[in-house]
């Protein structure tokens, strides 16, 4: 697995080892030939509370989509009076279109398990769980095999790096929804339970895992921990978006390719679109950021920095990292139904926004694509889409509504096209209503 | 005890009355706690729609919840799968006709109630012993019983919720929210075939992505 060539000049701090070890990413003796492990030593000299301080300093927020600062919830599970701590890498990756927590595993495993052993430390927790998919069977043997060789080697297990205290990693390899991605869910399918997010707060760093203090954390966020515990804070402060410094691994897709790359937060959407080949001789249309929860957001918004906050204001959010360009031929209509019903379908079912508000918002975008729009359906679309995002249980309600309020906010033209001359510009809705086809239609 | 015959009754009513004139107190629970009884029991009602058609969605969260294992239900459930009971047949106001799902248009099947059939469950007693009848690993549990029985029959299903003490709403519960789960026979050819649920929801999203983006499978993913 490699990653899309960025410019050199571009720092990287989660697949910085990756290119040195790709022979066998799993040979540990080579990984430490390289540095892997060095961080947990120093960590573990360092102690819990400097090394969250140092987390803090660095300012490193969580690439599992929500972008909550990683230091703050360390902070609030170690203060949390308890017989046990867990810490739980996400590695679930619950888009299937997208595989950068894959691609992370597979090119530095250890980043990732040194990252884990790391926060364990700091958070006093004597177990951490690797969650993966069970899809890929060959990853997770690996996997377990890379567990097993660092604790043959003393970074893990009784006494970890010589810390003098214990860290056992274990490699739960789960299938099931979308969902199972949610800290909540993930955090239920580890206890054997329904796959259904809880009410926050309490959130899972009080009360998590067994009801014990547990972070969640994705895998990408835990890998850079290494770096910064190795380079310092300033470093990674450094290097991207001040609100949310450091590096992310991005999917990107688009008529000329793609894959894989790490890029500085806060690189314009536009030179993404440049690292996935461009948007080929039907010029951009639409980007999809985000996922299947992901907004559609226009060409307008290229400059739009990748990074939490901006990709918030502008109606999309970095979810799973995958950015996909949609280029003229697409029909922004079409593809805001297609997320939102895959989104609908893959919703647990606990609360009435899952269960049957993402089911009538679907609804509402198969009507407007088949051209059986009701008079009201632009307004209805707009309501519910608001009272969804204010009446959510999980973010995957709240995130889901991005791709339809995207079409109202962005499109409104393409979408007034269907809605009141049954007409689809792009050519890709079927069937149109014949009978009120529009002058617009009928000039054609 | 008191002294005037009548006199309970009296203060019963009295009772009554100012409850009666009291104004209808809202409570904005979570936020504010009920004053609840210890032994109130409130009635459980279903209720009905402005179509006359039963509100309830069959999302099985009450059953899951409720700690006696008193509420159980018979439809289709969210998921458009069929819920099966562990009652008697008999003792169910059944939701047969529409629930939101259906009037919604979308085609969901209507199995008739069957009785379960009983299992040779030596096989899911290896798997039970094996994991320590511990209901946390019910997932492993789940996922070792259908690859024997290549689905989960509700006599398995109801043997491990026996074994490891689970209420068989939850084992149920559990099992339906995950989709790699069948709960139909191999007989079903209709159905996913086991393990494949998500994978077939998946790879079908991402194909109508590609087509809907003209990209024919040729972008690499
Ligand atoms: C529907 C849904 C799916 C999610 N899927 C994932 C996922 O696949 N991987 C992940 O790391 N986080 C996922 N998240 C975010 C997690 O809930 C959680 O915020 C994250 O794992 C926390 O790690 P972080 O603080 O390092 O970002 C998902 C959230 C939702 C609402
Ligand atoms: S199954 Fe769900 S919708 Fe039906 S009564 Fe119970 S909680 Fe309500
Ligand atoms: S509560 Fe069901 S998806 Fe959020």
């Known amino acids: 697995m490699s990653f899309v060539v960025t410019p050199p000049a571009w720092p990287k701090v989660l697949t910085g080892r990756a290119d040195t070890i790709a022979a066998n990413p799993f040979d540990l003796d080579a990984a430490v030939r390289t540095g892997a492990f060095g961080a947990l030593k120093k960590a573990a000299g360092m102690g819990a509370s400097s090394t969250i301080d140092l987390i803090a300093a660095a300012g490193l927020r969580g690439r599992g989509g929500a972008g909550f600062p990683a230091a703050d919830k360390w902070r609030m599970a170690a203060g949390v009076d308890a017989d046990q701590r867990y810490l739980v890498a996400n590695g679930y990756g619950a888009d299937p279109g997208s595989h950068t927590d894959a691609s992370l595993l597979a090119a530095d495993p250890w980043a990732v398990l040194e990252g884990m052993a790391i926060a364990a430390l700091a958070i006093g927790a004597t177990e951490a769980i690797l969650a993966v998919r069970a899809d890929d069977a060959s990853l997770v043997a690996k996997l377990e095999g890379a567990v097993l060789a660092a604790e043959e080697a003393g970074y893990l297990g009784d006494d970890a790096a010589g810390s003098g205290r214990r860290v056992t990693v274990t490699v739960r390899a789960l299938q099931g929804t979308y969902m199972l991605g949610e800290e909540t869910v993930l955090i239920k399918a580890l206890e054997g339970r329904r796959a259904q997010p809880d009410q926050r707060p309490p959130y899972p760093a009080q009360r998590g895992l067994f009801d014990r203090p547990t972070v969640v954390n994705n895998v990408q966020t835990l890998a850079a921990v290494p770096w910064i515990v190795a380079n310092g804070a300033d470093a990674f402060a450094a290097i991207g978006a001040t609100a949310c410094p450091g590096t992310v691994l991005v999917q990107l897709r688009g008529p000329a390719g793609g894959g894989v790359a790490e890029i500085p937060t806060g690189t314009a959407l536009r030179t993404l679109v440049d690292l996935a080949g461009g948007a080929g001789s039907h010029g951009l249309k639409a980007l999809l950021v985000g996922g299947p929860t992901g907004g559609i957001l226009p060409a307008e918004a290229l400059d739009t920095p990748y990074e939490p906050a901006a990709l918030r204001a502008a109606g999309a959010h970095m979810g799973s990292g995958s950015v996909v360009i949609a280029d003229g031929r697409a029909c922004v209509v079409d593809l805001a139904r297609l997320l939102t019903r895959f989104s609908a379908d893959q919703a647990c079912g606990k609360s009435i926004p899952c269960r049957i508000g993402l089911r009538r918002l679907s609804e509402i975008g198969d009507r407007i694509a088949t051209g059986k729009p009701r008079a009201n359906d632009a307004v209805t679309l707009g309501d519910l889409a608001h009272d969804i995002a204010a009446s959510a249980l999980c973010d995957h309600e709240r995130t889901a509504t991005f791709a339809l309020s995207a079409t109202l906010r962005y499109f409104r033209a393409e979408l007034d096209d269907h809605l009141l001359r049954s007409t689809c510009p792009a050519g890709v809705c079927t069937p149109i209503a014949v009978g009120s086809a529009s002058s617009r239609g009928a000039s054609r | ?221």
Not at chain 2, 154 to 165: E, M
Not at chain 2, 210 to 215: M, N
């Open chain 2, 1 to 221: 005890m008191s002294t005037i015959p009548g006199m309970g009754l009296v203060r019963g009513m009295g009772l009554t009355l100012t409850r009666f004139f009291q104004p209808k107190a809202t409570i904005k629970w979570p936020e504010q706690q009920a004053d609840v009884a210890p032994r109130f029991r409130g009635r459980l009602q279903l209720l009905y729609d402005e179509n006359g058609s039963l509100k309830c969605e069959t999302c099985f969260q009450c059953a899951q919840a409720c700690p006696v294992e008193c509420i159980d239900m018979g439809g289709m459930d969210t998921r458009g799968r069929f819920h099966v009971h562990w009652g008697a047949a008999e003792t169910y106001g059944e939701r047969r006709e529409e629930s939101a799902l259906r009037r919604s248009g979308r085609p969901v099947a209507d199995e008739a109630f069957t009785r379960f059939e009983a299992l040779d469950t030596t096989a899911v007693d290896e798997i039970l012993a094996a994991h320590d009848d511990d209901p946390r690993e019910l997932l492993a549990i789940l996922e070792e019983v259908q690859a024997v029985y290549s689905y989960l029959p509700v006599a398995a299903l109801k043997h491990i919720a026996r074994t490891t003490g689970a209420w068989y709403a939850t084992v149920y519960g559990t099992a339906t929210s995950y989709h790699h789960f069948r709960f139909e026979p191999p007989a079903v050819a209709t159905a996913t075939p086991a393990g494949q649920g998500q994978k077939v929801a998946e790879a079908g999203y991402l194909a109508a992505l590609d087509s809907a983006l003209r990209f024919d499978g040729k972008a690499a993913r």
